[in-house]
């Protein structure tokens, strides 16, 4: 065993010019990963060591200027220990240069390789990489199959190491977007609690990321705080107001106030203060004001109608300014004639909470935008459901509120050979990267247990808890499994199994709601062998079968039984209600759900 140096009778290669796209590079970077052992992505290895039965398997990512491997199985040492090598015996940046599956079966009679010092130092032989790619495509490395002797991979084994690689390409994507994503919250949340703004604005405008609460609730912490009413404007990037936020001190001058800032948006002139100081950046002050200025900046005379009756007697317009002193917009002050006219302390003391404004908005926006990034890659591994002759398939997943994190919640449903539909659902515990890599792990292992097996669904169950065991999945998680078969005299005779999940619920005809309860069986990942017990029931024309996770029915102030009785009341009568309004019907009263939720409604036809 060599210490990994090139060896002085072979010819040096240049690296492909790939390997150093700074765009690559960076999002290997935000995957958090180096060589040291992931758990995760230890068990892509393990199952593709398993699956294909090769002795090394690794998830090998590629940076400029060496390989390494977060998960991999087989190494022998010191390679095992130092989880890297050179790329001088790297196999795997060949797939990041061709951006697609290499495979060989003996690497010694390939030019490309065949020179390569892995061959020698690794045992190399027979070589199987798939690409692992993150969002916008660009390649990061490897999911490959090692073998020390030559071997004709076949195509199942290629068909099963590609969708490996699918899944742990998944896992990156989320391992980069919530590194993104919680990077953005904790420089909003440091904004929000640098925000001082006088009197305990700071606190005020603490605990919220959304762009319009912080508005409102600057724009309430100066008024009268600071002025006797106030304008908070946000521009595009074309300069165009997006946002007007009016606040004024005097309850009675709502609607006055609220008009005024709707007329804004379109009648400011160009002689306008505040569309200077969207323009330069500059600060103004006038501590003496009159109606004169509002007709002047403006080219709605109602604007100056309105002003007349909030009153005017001295402004000052700052800059909310963003990462770099981009001007996202302006806080406009206004004073009556009752108080004290603004000076250069108050020109001051603005500037500084339009600068601390704009970091809360930036990030604020930052955040939003990273948050539907995650919401996105969790909806991207959820599965479309199948078109199936006399039944009815609708799904909804809706994350819980002002969370950026990915969970566990997941469902599925597919056609056996027979004609049979195997429909499941399922909430792994967690709400992070390993919940979300566990959640597609566990929905890939119910495929392939189920399809194309005649077993009753607890049998399957049975199957599925030896899988989890035998793989090491460290997961607890809960699962309802059924079986709906073609109908016969039109009905369809269904087989349900369950594993700790909330009971799955049946709309009858007539809008009975009936429930699918029987004694608890523990989750799944237990240590144990556990019992599993099929049940049956059947769905006539007309009847639907609700399956959900425990975010429809889980209240901090109510126990689950007191959710599923108020789910059942608000379920009856509804059997005629389209399957989409059903759905949707069921998410819409709570707009900020503590937890995520899954729905899976199958109506027979």
Known sequence: ??????????????????????????????????????????????????????????????????????????????????????????????????????????????????????????????????????????????????????????????????????????????????????????????????????????ETLAGTLDVATTLRRLAAAMVPLLADWCLLTLVSPTGQAREVVSVHRDPARTADIERFGQLLRTGLSAESVIRSVLRTGRPQLGSVASLADVTKGTTNPEMTVIADRLGIASYLSVPVRGVGGTVLGAITLVNGAQRQPFDDRDLLTAVDIGRRAGQAVGNSSMYGEQRHVAEVLQHSMLPRLPVVARLELTARYQPAADRVQVGGDWYDAFVQPDGDVIAAIGDVAGHDIEAAATMGQLRNLVRGNAFSRPDDVGALLRNLDDAIRGLRLATAATATLVRIRPPRAGVHAVTWANAGHPAALVIRVGGAVEALEATPEPLLGLLRPTTRTSRSTSLATGDTLLLYTDGLIERRDRSIDDGLAELAARLTGTDTLPLDELCDMLLDPVPHREDDTALLAVRAR
């Open 1 to 202: 065993m060599t210490d990994g140096s090139p060896a002085t009778n072979r010819r040096s290669i240049a690296p492909p010019a790939a390997l150093g796209d700074p765009q690559r590079l960076r999002a290997l970077a935000d995957t958090g990963l180096d060589a040291t052992p992931d758990e995760a992505l230890d068990r892509f290895a393990r199952l593709v060591g398993d699956l294909l039965d090769v002795p090394v398997a690794l998830v090998s990512l590629v940076s400029a200027d060496r390989q390494f491997f977060p998960g991999a199985v087989g190494l022998p040492e010191p390679w095992s220990q130092r989880r890297q090598t050179p790329l001088s015996h790297s196999f795997c940046q060949h797939v990041v240069d061709i951006e697609a599956p290499m495979v060989l079966p003996d690497a010694r009679l390939y030019p490309r390789v065949r020179d390569n010092l892995a061959i020698d130092d690794l045992g190399v032989v027979a070589y199987a990489g798939m690409p692992l790619t993150d969002l916008s495509g660009r390649v990061l490395g490897s999911l490959c199959a090692i073998d020390n002797k030559p071997r004709a991979w076949t195509t199942a084994q290629l068909r099963t190491l590609a969708d490996l690689a699918a899944a742990c390409s998944s896992e990156l994507r989320l391992r980069i977007a919530l590194d993104g994503a919680q990077e953005a919250q904790r420089r909003a949340v440091q904004a929000h609690q640098r925000l001082e703004l006088l009197a305990g604005v700071s």
